[in-house]
């Protein structure tokens, strides 16, 4: 059965983490949190600053920010979603923060601040849910004052661990087939999640008016243990509220009765070993 989710805090809150282990789950949320301190870093925030956290969820990179400003400037923190900006600020009366942030629900690719009034962009995989990168990337160079910088954060899925690299082909007998599908959904055009990488997303940062653009690549890679039973979360775990989880994307494929085999061939195959998983991930700096 898959999840079903229903809002981006039910997936920011529960549903992301909910394949993991609790040591697997403390993992990922100090990685969560240095990946938050880089793309701050890398904003080289000052005091004064306004800045605009867009895509904020439950606030991860605007908090972030708000702290390091230490009563100066001021923290927009926005999002499409009102359920998002609902929980950022039960956040914020449980922290007693009472000036220097606001909240604002606004598209990405329309944010509803006008021209020239920001100092300070900061995104968190945002863009990765974005079919069209490019119009969201325009309004941020439209809100930005001249020499505003830009600092985000987004994962290169496209090119993360296949599962097909982590099993013994001989073992499966529609490897072909599988390995196929597999390829095909990591580069579906039509997927926001897969539709991009840093060399795309630096020509949106180029097309939308930036300059001084710094790309730098890492890799996060996950070793594991393989318990059989960790497979039907992999697989039935939505990567977002609107998207459908892997195992629905094979069945878009193959009918269910081979999607269902290969799962078994899969907890089979991999029950015991460890295995490593890498997903690249882009940061990007880029000042208006
Ligand atoms: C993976 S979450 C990241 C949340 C947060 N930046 C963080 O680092 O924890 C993606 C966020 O983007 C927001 N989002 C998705 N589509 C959006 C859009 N078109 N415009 C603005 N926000 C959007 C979602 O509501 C969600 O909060």
């Known amino acids: 059965m898959s999840e079903l989710v229903n809002t981006w805090t039910e997936w920011l809150k529960s549903s ?22 880089n793309i ?9 600053d306004t800045v605009l956290d867009i895509g904020t969820g439950t606030g991860l990179l605007g908090f972030g920010a708000y702290e390091r400003l230490n009563g100066s400037g001021e923290v927009i923190l926005s999002d499409a979603f009102a359920d ?15 000036e220097g942030l606001e909240f ?16 300070v962009i900061v995104m968190r995989s945002v863009l990765v849910h974005i079919p069209e990168k490019l119009p ?18 987004e994962p290169i899925i496209k090119r993360n661990t296949r599962y ?35 060399h795309t997303l630096k020509n949106d940062f180029i097309n939308a008016g930036f300059k001084n653009i710094d790309v730098n690549m890492s890799t996060e890679s996950s070793t594991y243990e393989v318990d059989p039973a960790m497979i039907d979360p992999w697989f039935n775990t939505p990567p977002s509220p609107d998207r459908p989880p892997l195992k629905q994307r094979f069945m878009q494929f193959m009918p269910e009765s081979e999607v269902n085999e290969f ?11 460890t295995i490593t998983l890498n997903s690249p991930t882009a940061y990007i700096y880029a000042e208006k």
């Open 164 to 198: 097909y690299e982590l099993i013994n082909p001989d073992k499966f007998p529609n490897y072909l087939r599988i390995k196929e599908i597999e390829d095909k959904i990591a580069s579906d055009p039509d997927d926001p999640l897969v539709n991009f990488d840093e």
């Open 263 to 273: 799962l078994e061939l899969l907890k089979a195959d991999l029950a015991g070993s």
């Open 104 to 119: 604002l629900q606004s598209e990405a690719s329309d944010i509803r601040l006008p021209d020239n009034s920001v100092d």
């Open 136 to 153: 969201s990337l325009l309004e941020c160079c439209r809100v930005l004052r001249k020499n505003g910088r830009i600092s985000i954060f």
């Open 40 to 48: 701050l870093d890398r904003a080289a925030l000052k005091q004064g």
């Open 16 to 37: 992301r983490f909910s394949y993991m282990n609790e040591i697997q789950k403390q993992q990922a949320l100090l990685w969560l949190l240095n990946v938050r301190d």
């Open 84 to 98: 998002c900006l609902a929980e950022c600020r039960k956040i914020a009366e449980k922290c007693k923060i009472v």
